[in-house]
């Protein structure tokens, strides 16, 4: 099996940074994509950004030029950089990736993390 934890929430002003770590751990045997979703209340759960393994990127609209997504292969770690914060980006971040574990060397997975809550203020 494959666990997410993710840390770096918090509270910050409008237009403030923040940076979002995810490690992933288990039985690892490759991970393709990694990304980060995020969930306001009364909303769906949207797809903020995403990483491939090679280190191709795409982003939601709404975040294109402030949030930059990294990954550290070697790590099994994605990051997720949030500069000009705005309070609509107030939500938990989860982390995600597609993986394969040594318990079932056939198949990719989706696995999450428990999400971490990022606050914006006016």
Do not use: H
């Not at 494959?2 to 045997?29: F, K, M």
């Not at 769906?44 to 939601?60: C, P």
């Not at 994605?78 to 989860?94: C, F």
């Amino acid at each position: 099996q494959v666990q997410l934890v993710e840390s770096g929430g918090g509270l910050v002003q409008a237009g403030g940074s923040l940076r979002l770590s995810c490690v992933a751990s288990g039985s690892i045997l490759s991970i393709n994509a990694m990304a980060w979703y995020r969930q306001a209340p009364g909303n769906q759960r949207e797809l903020v950004a995403i990483i491939t393994s090679g280190g191709m990127t795409n982003y939601v609209d709404s975040v294109k030029g402030r949030f930059t997504i990294s990954r550290d292969n070697a790590k099994n770690m994605v990051y997720l950089q949030m500069n000009s914060l705005k309070p609509e980006d107030t939500a938990v971040y989860y982390c995600s990736c597609n993986a394969m574990s040594y318990s079932d060397i056939r198949n990719y997975y989706d696995y999450w993390g428990q999400g971490t809550q990022v606050t914006v203020s006016s």
